[in-house]
């Protein structure tokens, strides 16, 4: 796995980092991440169950982001001595980790992020309901892994999503990264006043902005980054639904001031489709959106069943590092496959 990207926000083509997975060892340097080990794996899917995390995170424009999870999660049984179970993140910074209600100062710790891994003492869990808290802080990369960031060469402005397929939701926020260990995950986001959130569900009416703005100015001053929120100028708090359980590698966020045509059909769920402001002109949405109601109208009938997702969002966005990602409710595609002019 690459390192956390050190480097501004893109800003244009050209950029081609790679990651390197399936690497079952790896070392303690910050630029040599240590990939989930198969054994490793088995084992934390084999001890943990109802899995749910509660993610509140702001995203201001330039370089940082930062936020607070909420991880609980069933202990099939309280981990042997030799076999402690550790959460993944590779991201700049922890703060504030409580398992089941203890402050744990020694997790306060930026070596272990070094290896990608939080441990959680033994001691401190228990058989059944685990409850595990704590604040991030990150950057934005530009490699197309975690959480991308782009600076459009046309009008300047900024443009994020999310890739984490297979295994980058820990770019993103501390969390048990691999796909078989299937989650709820309910998301709250602050945002400058121009942007726009799309998620993997749909935003929620009643937003709690007040108390969501004061957690995160908080978690802010934690880290001695007040500037950054600050910067934010009059923040918007949008926040969504609880989606059912998914692989973290289907968990999705694009943010920024993105464009969008949508339709609501009878029968068909909520559909909308996003790209940059400069490039929304070259989107052929009315043939998107018939070859996509007609493909859910034939699987509807084929099983019987209707559509099982509040929406269905999809969001052409730069510098992607395939053809296309099947987040569920916020399909992501290359824009470069768009047709221009």
Request: proline share 6%.
């Amino acid at each position: 796995m690459n390192s956390l990207a050190q480097k501004p926000a893109s800003k244009g083509k050209g950029q081609d980092s790679k990651g390197e997975d399936g690497e079952e060892t790896g070392s303690t340097d910050a630029n040599d991440a240590v990939a989930l080990a198969q054994v490793d794996a088995r084992y934390r899917a084999s001890m943990i169950s109802d899995t749910v995390y509660d993610v509140s995170i702001a995203l201001p424009k330039g370089d940082t982001f930062f936020g607070h999870v909420k991880i609980q999660f069933s202990a099939k049984e309280v981990p042997a001595k030799e076999k402690p179970l550790f959460l993944d993140f590779l991201g700049k910074k922890i703060k504030n980790v409580k398992i089941n209600g203890e402050q744990i100062v020694a997790l306060d710790n930026t070596e272990y992020i070094k290896t990608s891994r939080i441990p959680m003492p033994n001691e401190k869990l228990k058989k059944g309901h685990n409850v595990v808290e704590m604040d991030f802080l990150s950057q934005y990369r530009n490699d197309g892994q975690g959480l991308h960031s782009y600076i459009d060469q046309v009008d300047q402005k900024q443009y994020l999503y999310t890739d984490f397929e297979p295994s980058y939701a820990h770019y993103l926020f501390p969390n048990f990264d691999q796909p078989d260990i299937r989650a709820k995950w309910a998301l709250k986001t602050i945002v400058p006043k121009d942007w726009v959130v799309v998620a993997n569900d749909l935003p929620n009416k009643d937003n709690e902005s007040a108390l969501l703005t004061q957690q995160l100015s908080q978690v802010a001053a934690g880290f001695g980054v007040s500037d950054v929120f600050k910067s934010i100028g009059e923040p918007q708090s949008i926040s969504f639904q609880q989606t059912p359980p998914i692989a973290t590698y289907l968990f999705a966020i694009v943010a920024g001031p993105y464009a969008h045509v949508e339709s609501n059909k009878d029968g068909m769920p909520p559909m909308r489709i996003f790209a940059r402001q400069s490039v929304i002109k070259d989107v052929p949405h009315e043939e998107m959106f018939k070859v996509t109601q007609a493909g859910i109208n034939f699987y509807q009938k084929l099983f019987g069943k209707k559509f099982q997702f509040s929406k269905y969002d999809q969001i052409f966005v730069p510098e992607f590092n395939s053809g296309a990602m099947e987040n569920l409710g916020c399909v992501t595609y290359n824009e470069d496959e768009l047709f221009r002019g």
